[in-house]
């Protein structure tokens, strides 16, 4: 796939704070990208300035190979879909899909054909007629990405669109959002700080802190291959230890040693270690290297989460069984279960 959207060495600064650090993203044609990562990270800035709601102190932005600083919004084949979905209340569904073909002059014949076939990709035929303060929160933001897909742009950006929904309603979207991408073959760029999401929906997921791009990578890529610990950390449930990578596929952690899958660190180099919850399983202390003691049991519906406190770290564990708390018991895991990362610095 070819690239439609590119951002070379974008910096943005409000108030002398830098907003994003030389920016570097590639975004493929046809591609769901997400942008990941906690308040204040950079994410809808650069979402902004893909939109051209905000133009970067410095830096390149392309589409389609052709450089679009200083075009307005309405001059790029992008639409957004905000948080606050920004619809008009005095009109009925029907006319607030149809707002952007009307202000382009288009005839009725068509505005009727491009409506009736969004109504139809997001499941509001029949729906025509009601009035936008009627309907519930997932019904109003169907709306709004059928009002900004209705002008059939190459790219459309959603800006955590999902914040207001409640939880079973946003997984329901979350499929639903997939679906329609998918459908249409347009290019996504979502933004969230909710790992779930980016993970459920995405093909690619940029990872952001403090206006610089941590990782970019598949879902899968994210969660199993982070490639330090604020990564680890953001997404999914995390235990993150100092360990010392003694020689290639050799590994220190909490005074013993472990085989990991891991080379090209050095010798005796100080690195952390990232063990996910799922992947420790609890054992009897004889046969362990490592043994602690459970501090607390919480069953979560489909598993019980433990803590489990050795003399130098607290392990948080995710099994189908549970332990009694205060038991000791061994903890161990598989050399495929190590994932060795440099040191962050701070």
């Known amino acids: 796939?070819?690239?439609?959207?590119?951002?070379?060495?974008?910096?943005?600064?409000?108030?002398?704070?830098?907003?994003?650090?030389?920016?570097?993203?590639?975004?493929?044609?046809?591609?769901?990208?997400?942008?990941?990562?906690?308040?204040?990270?950079?994410?809808?800035?650069?979402?902004?300035?893909?939109?051209?709601?905000?133009?970067?102190?410095?830096?390149?932005?392309?589409?389609?190979g052709k450089k679009i600083n200083g075009l307005p919004p309405y001059k790029r084949n992008v639409n957004t879909v905000?948080?606050?979905?920004?619809?008009?209340?005095?009109?009925?569904?029907?006319?607030?899909?149809?707002?952007?073909?009307?202000?382009?002059?288009?005839?009725?014949?068509?505005?009727?054909?491009?409506?009736?076939?969004?109504?139809?990709?997001?499941?509001?035929?029949?729906?025509?007629?009601?009035?936008?303060?009627?309907?519930?929160?997932?019904?109003?933001?169907?709306?709004?990405?059928?009002?900004?897909?209705?002008?059939?742009?190459?790219?459309?950006?959603?800006?955590?669109?999902?914040?207001?929904?409640?939880?079973?309603?946003?997984k329901e979207m979350q499929i639903e959002l997939k679906r329609i991408q998918q459908s249409l073959e347009i290019t996504f760029i979502y933004v969230t700080h909710d790992q779930e999401e980016a993970l459920t929906m995405s093909d690619t997921v940029v990872v952001m802190n403090h206006g610089n791009i941590q990782q970019i990578g598949s879902p899968v890529d994210i969660y199993n291959e982070p490639e330090n610990a604020f990564v680890a950390d953001f997404i999914g449930e995390s235990n993150i230890l100092p360990g010392i990578m003694l020689k290639d596929y050799l590994v220190g952690i909490s005074g013993c040693e472990f085989e990991c899958v891991d080379k090209g660190f050095g010798n005796d180099t100080p690195v952390d270690v990232v063990i996910r919850p799922e992947d420790i399983t609890l054992t009897n202390p004889e046969d362990a290297k490592l043994t602690g003691v459970v501090n607390s049991v919480t069953f979560k519906g489909v598993h019980y989460e433990m803590v489990v406190e050795t003399y130098d770290f607290q392990w948080l564990i995710q099994s189908t069984r549970a332990a009694e708390e205060g038991a000791v018991v061994g903890i161990t895991f598989g050399p495929d279960d190590i994932h060795i990362m440099h040191k962050m610095k701070g």
């Not at 439609?4 to 493929?28: A, C, G, P, Y």
């Not at 025509?128 to 309907?135: D, F, P, S």
């Not at 929160?137 to 709306?143: D, I, K, L, M, S």
């Open 1 to 64: 796939m070819e690239n439609i959207v590119s951002l070379k060495d974008i910096v943005v600064t409000f108030d002398d704070e830098q907003i994003l650090n030389h920016i570097n993203l590639d975004i493929r044609d046809k591609e769901f990208v997400t942008l990941l990562g906690p308040s204040g990270c950079g994410k809808t800035t650069t979402l902004r300035i893909i939109g051209g709601f905000l133009e970067p102190d410095s830096g390149l932005v392309t589409f389609e």
């Open 82 to 170: 905000f948080q606050r979905y920004a619809l008009f209340p005095h009109l009925n569904v029907y006319e607030n899909i149809a707002f952007g073909l009307r202000v382009k002059k288009l005839p009725e014949q068509e505005i009727r054909k491009r409506v009736g076939e969004m109504l139809e990709l997001v499941n509001l035929r029949g729906f025509e007629k009601r009035n936008i303060t009627r309907l519930s929160g997932g019904q109003q933001q169907r709306v709004a990405i059928a009002r900004a897909l209705v002008n059939r742009p190459k790219v459309l950006l959603l800006d955590e669109p999902l914040g207001a929904l409640d939880l079973k309603l946003r």
